[in-house]
């Protein structure tokens, strides 16, 4: 196994933090959008506009950090069109990381619920109160998240295929000093 170029503390950091809000949101979307309306479901519900909008302020702060702080580069035993498929589907990813929140909060808005972040800090109305709107909305909310797990899925498969197929230490770039893959 060759050795490869790390990521920083920080970008780290911000990718797996990103990753477990999202592997929460996900299935607590899922899973509160059969509930019958109920104090829980409205919690629940919080939770989840919570979590996306911490995401989306994280993924401002990880724009901010990837602008000014370059990524490593991929190693030359990969393959250009590997290359090529990495950073579409990171791109892609990063274009969800603000899609699919805001795709909720103006759902949200649309439908006349306002987001109120933690409880304590209500976030202005990006769209008034329309109905149609807010329906249409919530399809593209649920589409862009569908994509998104597409894409992680992606992302998953890749590193695995890393691991076990090419025997490469490509995960090591993103995971805390002193683990290994």
Do not use: C
């Not at 990521?7 to 949101?25: E, G, M, V």
């Not at 899973?31 to 302020?57: C, E, R």
């Not at 994280?58 to 069109?81: G, N, Q, Y």
């Amino acid at each position: 196994m060759s050795t490869v170029e790390r990521y920083n503390n920080t970008a780290i950091a911000l990718h797996w933090l990103i990753a477990l809000l999202i592997f929460i949101a996900f299935p607590l979307g899922l899973y509160m959008s059969d509930l019958k309306l109920s104090p829980t479901k409205l919690q629940l519900f919080s939770y989840h506009k919570w979590i996306g909008i911490t995401v989306l302020i994280l993924a401002v702060v990880r724009v901010i950090w990837r602008a000014t702080h370059k990524a490593p580069a991929l190693p030359d035993s990969i393959s250009r069109l590997q290359q090529l498929g990495s950073h579409v589907v990171h791109g892609l990813l990063y274009v969800l990381l603000f899609a699919v929140p805001l795709s909720g909060w103006l759902m949200s808005s649309a439908k006349g619920f306002q987001t109120v972040l933690f409880g304590v800090l209500p976030l202005p109305d990006l769209v008034g109160k329309d109905k149609a709107l807010g329906h249409l909305l919530e399809a593209v909310h649920q589409s862009l998240n569908y994509i998104l797990l597409l894409l992680v899925v992606l992302h998953i498969a890749a590193l695995i295929k890393h691991r076990f197929i090419d025997k490469d230490d490509i995960l090591t770039r993103m995971l805390p000093k002193g683990k290994n893959a």
